[in-house]
């Protein structure tokens, strides 16, 4: 590596650590954070099955049923990057984080 490069490829190398695609759930909390939990509601009546939600997750949250339509596979998984909802033409599906109040609650 010549001296010309090196600041060339560290410049490459801190936006490849900033890309959502690189993040993990641990990469998204500090020390002192709970786990940030996400909810993925995909709203059927516009959903035209396109399958672009599911191509861009980077978590692999959401599947394609063998009608092509999505489902969410694991929401445990999101960080919320919004990639789905932003990507989706129908804005048909959209994420936001889980209060600390919903997570506890008892499901009925
Ligand atoms: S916000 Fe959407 S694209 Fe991002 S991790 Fe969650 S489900 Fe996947
Ligand atoms: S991107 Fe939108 S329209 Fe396409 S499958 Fe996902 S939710 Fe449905």
């Known amino acids: 590596m010549t001296p010309k490069t090196k600041p060339k490829r560290e410049k490459t190398r801190r936006a490849v650590e900033k890309s959502p695609s690189q993040l993990t759930v641990s990469d998204t909390n500090t020390p002192s954070e709970e786990k940030r939990r996400f909810e993925?509601?995909?709203f059927r009546g516009w959903c035209?099955?396109?399958g672009i939600c599911a191509a861009f997750c980077p978590r692999e949250c959401i599947r394609l049923d063998e009608d092509g339509a999505p489902y969410v596979e694991d929401a445990d998984r999101c960080t919320g990057c919004g990639w789905c909802e932003?990507?989706?033409p129908d804005f048909a599906i959209s994420v936001h984080e889980?209060?600390?109040k919903e997570i506890e609650a008892p499901e009925d």
């Open 40 to 42: 993925i509601n995909i």
């Open 48 to 50: 035209k099955c396109c």
């Open 86 to 88: 932003i990507h989706c």
């Open 98 to 100: 889980r209060k600390a």
